[in-house]
């Protein structure tokens, strides 16, 4: 399967709830101010937002578009908009700038973070690059056992410490082991802090401040993993985070689970934070570079660009 046809399995379920609507809405007729303001109220229970459906819907207007228009029309104007919208926070992680290149990965619980690095791990490793973990969600033994478990699968080295232990303590060795092993890529993976906890934030913070007693550049990247399933709770999540962990860039996953994709258009509206890859499935190879023109035609259902 190539890369758009998995990116459009992925939003499908997003883009049959915006097509069949958009369907009812346009049929074959004008874009008059009422059709316009049903465009509008579409896009904003698409999860897009209340900022970027507006923008959309105004810049539509000012085509001043004569006569009818179709459902296929509107969707290439629709792609065209979001593309826009989207094309700013297109940007790929270059984790090669620095050796060993540092991330830390961060999220609430459930939002795949320990997955989203296993499936890392396997592209970096398969650019010829060199790869250690650290597991850092130290409260929990699953999240331990688990990235271990993606580490055997893909060969790489896994820094763990017992259940419990102490977070900061196992960042600052696994950084001590990637330097003096000549690691390329040391991936963190910390506890899903829930944005209200106010201890585990703190402890995020301390997280990198201990790194930083080592080297003051680290981390190189700190990435925020986050559920596309939560509609806009995901926002809100993203705002948090932006203090707490220095957020640096996004990964959005489980896109294939919901139809809520309109969310990631809102919070790089909110954010203007970089989205480096995006999740529509369980496997390695649906972890994909995030490209904003791919993105807005397979969100609106249309073919992707020749």
Same mark, same amino acid.
């Not at 997003?14 to 008059?32: Q, Y």
């Not at 939002?111 to 597991?135: D, R």
């Not at 999740?279 to 035609?297: I, N």
């Given at each position: 399967?190539?890369?758009?046809d998995r990116l459009k399995t992925g939003l499908s379920?997003?883009?049959?709830?915006?097509?069949?609507?958009?369907?009812?809405?346009?049929?074959?007729?004008?874009?008059?101010?009422?059709?316009?303001?049903?465009?509008?109220?579409?896009?904003?229970?698409?999860?897009?937002?209340?900022?970027?459906?507006?923008?959309?819907?105004?810049?539509?207007?000012?085509?001043?578009?004569?006569?009818?228009v179709s459902e296929a029309e509107v969707k290439e104007?629709?792609?065209?908009?979001?593309?826009?919208?989207?094309?700013?926070?297109?940007?790929?992680?270059?984790?090669?700038?620095?050796?060993?290149?540092?991330?830390?990965?961060?999220?609430?619980?459930?939002?795949?973070?320990?997955?989203?690095?296993?499936?890392?791990?396997?592209?970096?490793?398969?650019?010829?690059?060199?790869?250690?973990?650290?597991?850092?969600?130290?409260?929990? !033994?699953?999240?331990?056992?688990?990235?271990?478990?993606?580490?055997?699968? !893909?060969?790489?080295?896994?820094?763990?410490?017992?259940?419990?232990?102490?977070?900061?303590?196992?960042?600052?060795?696994?950084?001590?082991?990637?330097?003096?092993?000549?690691?390329?890529?040391?991936?963190?993976?910390?506890?899903?802090?829930?944005?209200?906890?106010?201890?585990?934030?703190?402890?995020?913070?301390?997280?990198?401040?201990?790194?930083?007693?080592?080297?003051?550049?680290?981390?190189?990247?700190?990435?925020?993993?986050?559920?596309?399933?939560?509609?806009?709770?995901?926002? !809100?999540?993203?705002?948090?985070?932006?203090?707490?962990?220095?957020?640096?860039?996004?990964?959005?996953?489980?896109?294939?689970?919901?139809?809520?994709?309109?969310?990631?258009?809102?919070?790089?509206?909110?954010?203007?934070?970089?989205?480096?890859?995006?999740?529509?499935?369980?496997?390695?190879?649906?972890?994909?570079?995030f490209d904003a023109s791919s993105y807005a035609r397979?969100?609106?259902?249309?073919?992707?660009? !020749?």
């Amino acid at each position: 399967m190539g890369i758009f046809d998995r990116l459009k399995t992925g939003l499908s379920r997003s883009s049959r709830a915006l097509g069949e609507n958009l369907g009812s809405i346009i049929g074959r007729r004008r874009l008059d101010k009422e059709t316009l303001q049903e465009l509008e109220e579409l896009l904003i229970s698409s999860d897009l937002g209340l900022s970027a459906s507006a923008d959309i819907i105004a810049n539509i207007a000012q085509k001043k578009i004569e006569g009818d228009v179709s459902e296929a029309e509107v969707k290439e104007m629709l792609a065209s908009e979001i593309t826009d919208k989207l094309t700013p926070h297109s940007s790929p992680l270059n984790p090669y700038t620095h050796q060993p290149y540092v991330i830390l990965m961060t999220g609430v619980n459930g939002a795949g973070k320990t997955t989203t690095i296993g499936k890392l791990a396997n592209k970096f490793q398969s650019e010829g690059k060199s790869v250690m973990l650290a597991a850092g969600d130290t409260f929990r !033994a699953a999240a331990i056992e688990q990235l271990t478990i993606w580490g055997e699968r !893909a060969n790489v080295p896994v820094v763990t410490t017992k259940q419990g232990g102490d977070a900061a303590g196992l960042a600052f060795d696994a950084l001590q082991q990637a330097k003096t092993s000549g690691t390329d890529i040391l991936m963190i993976d910390t506890a899903g802090r829930l944005q209200s906890n106010t201890d585990l934030m703190a402890e995020l913070e301390k997280i990198i401040r201990v790194l930083r007693k080592i080297d003051p550049n680290v981390p190189h990247a700190s990435l925020l993993i986050l559920d596309a399933t939560t509609g806009q709770n995901a926002l !809100a999540q993203a705002e948090i985070f932006q203090k707490s962990a220095e957020t640096s860039g996004i990964i959005m996953t489980k896109l294939d689970g919901t139809a809520r994709g309109g969310v990631l258009v809102a919070i790089a509206e909110r954010l203007h934070l970089p989205i480096h890859y995006i999740g529509v499935g369980e496997t390695a190879e649906d972890l994909l570079l995030f490209d904003a023109s791919s993105y807005a035609r397979a969100l609106v259902g249309l073919e992707d660009i !020749a």
